[in-house]
């Protein structure tokens, strides 16, 4: 009984910094923005992810630039939610040929824009829609995907960055036919959310995962996970 208020209690309060944060950070999202990691510029049009803000981002970014790809120049990356596009961007600063996607017409706008800023808009096709169904039928070796860490309904296109209702669920049913044999997903959450019950929304459809990186920034842990189909074995268990 105690646990389970104290996770009711951590949850209010996690909510209420969620709200505290997004008035915050709202007015710099009204704006023209320039930002870099390191030394890859980043042009944030008004009403997009803020990959620097949120900070989770810039983690997925820094994780990419280390990341061994097995023949990087044949490597199919998919970005999904790819907001300011960063994501894509240092994919194809790696080599890869990536397709970014967006249900946001201005997370689009702005993932062309920092493709060519960045000079990869020959390896970065960004497309508009929702979560895989811009790329039917095709498959990837790499998945990247920077969900909304909190359910619920959003009230404009800016907010789908933070909050979503049947997102990860609909992710997790689709994965596994969107992978190339080799192929798994890199997946950001945050125990700023409902990263518990994402988790063994994976578990229950079929997946395995592994920490890659994690970091305490104070207020919220945030982990990459990679996230690839269970064996058979696994998953008749």
């Known amino acids: ?49 803020n990959p ?31 907001g300011s596009g960063v994501g894509a961007v240092f994919a ?13 017409p201005e997370a689009v706008r702005c993932a062309r824009i920092n493709a060519l800023l960045n000079r990869v808009d020959d390896r970065v096709e960004v497309r508009e829609g929702n979560l895989f ?6 498959r990837f070796d790499l998945v990247l995907f920077n969900p909304p860490f909190y359910r619920g309904i959003p009230k404009d296109n800016l907010d789908r960055a ?20 080799k192929g798994y997903a890199l997946v950001i959450l945050s125990t700023d959310g409902d990263c518990a019950e994402l988790l063994a929304e994976l578990a229950e459809t079929g997946f395995r995962y592994e920490i890659v990186e994690q970091k305490d920034l104070i207020n919220e842990v945030v982990t990459i996970y990679a996230v690839r189909p269970a064996p058979p074995s696994d998953q008749s268990d």
């Open 1 to 49: 009984m105690h646990g389970t208020r104290s996770r009711g209690i951590a949850a209010t309060a996690a909510r209420a910094w969620l709200a505290l944060r997004y008035r915050v950070f709202s007015r710099r999202y009204d704006r023209l923005v320039l930002e870099t990691i390191d030394d890859v510029p980043l042009l944030i049009l008004p009403q997009v992810f």
């Open 133 to 138: 169904e811009p790329v039917q039928g095709e």
């Open 162 to 181: 933070w909050r979503g209702q049947g997102v990860f669920e609909s992710f997790a049913s689709q994965l596994a036919g969107m992978l190339t044999p």
């Open 92 to 104: 194809a600063r790696r080599g890869a040929s990536v397709v970014a996607v967006d249900i946001n």
């Open 52 to 82: 620097i803000l949120l900070r989770s981002g810039a983690m997925m970014a820094r994780a990419l630039a280390r990341l061994a790809l097995a023949e990087p120049a044949k490597c199919r990356v998919l970005d999904l939610g790819t």
